[in-house]
């Protein structure tokens, strides 16, 4: 049998051996070129000495990358039982350096697999990835201990993600994931590197935390996004008028007749803290 550079079979014979048709409620979507996974597993570099937490292994393309580029440790959370062979093959490859959860990615905070600093770099099934990324971003105790995050994402919701002021695709999830970090689209992925290919183009996101911390209870944040962005054409004193309108915008002093769209994250960040605390029950 033919095998890899990595000494381990090539991907699709992997999915062969071990019967895995891709299933699309799981958002199985493989990478099977090892060239591809190992570009996506430098963006994280360096990776000596590092744990990183990967979701969604499936046949383990990226899984095989991260350990072949040199991750000390990798701690991959895999939903479908069916992969689990498969990793198991790889762990046994690059012993002591694989453990393999099986589990719902939604259902564990990857602060509880490890004690110190680590990576979270994932291609995600689609249908669960902004949530986990919300999860990941929105959590209470701040410097998280994840040092970045490096996440394959629809093109479409990567915008959404490094959208700022001023941009079409700035909305709720441009002003969280600003609020709490930096991030940058680093390439587009075509549909065609995928088995099977999705509907649309993907990128690689990558988001680490800002150096410069923005203090504001998260609530109060998803209040005033949610009432400026619910009606994102008005001016802000007719959309945040459940939320104290015009005089809520005196206390932030931003001027009244601009629209969600113009605000900075900081901005935001200004009228969150100015809320009155009637305006959350
Ligand atoms: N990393 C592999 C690759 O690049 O070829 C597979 C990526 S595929 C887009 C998403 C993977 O996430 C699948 O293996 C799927 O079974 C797994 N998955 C789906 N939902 C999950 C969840 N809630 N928790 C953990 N894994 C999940």
């Not at 062969?16 to 958002?27: F, Q, W």
């Not at 990226?62 to 701690?75: E, F, K, N, Q």
């Not at 995050?149 to 479409?156: A, N, P």
């Not at 007719?238 to 932030?252: I, M």
């Amino acid at each position: 049998m033919t095998i890899a550079l990595d000494g381990l079979p090539p991907l699709r014979v992997v999915l062969e051996s071990h019967g895995l048709d891709p299933r699309r409620a799981l958002g199985q979507n493989f990478l099977l070129d090892l060239n591809l996974t190992g570009r996506i597993a430098r963006q994280a570099l360096p990776l000596e000495g590092q744990v990183v937490v990967e979701v969604g292994p499936g046949p383990g393309g990226l899984t095989r990358a991260l350990l072949s580029h040199g991750a000390a440790h990798v701690i991959a959370i895999e939903k479908d039982a069916r992969c689990l062979p498969a990793l198991h093959a790889i762990a046994d490859h690059y012993p002591g350096r694989l453990t393999v959860v099986e589990g719902d990615a939604l259902r564990i905070d990857p602060s509880t697999l490890t004690e110190g600093p680590f990576k979270i770099v994932a291609n995600l099934p689609y249908n669960v990835g902004t949530q986990l990324l919300l999860d990941w971003i929105t959590v209470p105790d701040w410097p998280p201990r994840w040092t970045d995050l490096t996440l394959m994402f629809q093109k479409e919701v990567a915008q959404r993600i490094v959208a700022g002021a001023d941009d079409d695709h700035y909305g709720r999830l441009g002003v969280l994931c600003g609020w709490r970090t930096e991030a940058q689209i680093l390439f587009e992925v075509s549909r065609e590197a995928f088995t099977p290919p999705p509907k649309v183009t993907s990128a690689i996101v990558q988001l680490r935390p800002r150096p410069d911390p923005l203090l504001v209870e998260l609530g109060r944040l998803e209040r005033v996004t949610a009432a400026a962005f619910g009606q994102r054409r008005k001016m802000l004193r007719q959309s945040l008028k459940p939320v104290g309108g015009e005089a809520l915008l005196a206390r932030a002093e931003i001027e009244p007749q601009r629209r969600a769209e113009t605000l900075s994250v900081a901005e935001f960040v200004r009228l969150a803290n100015a809320l009155d605390s009637n305006a959350l029950d």
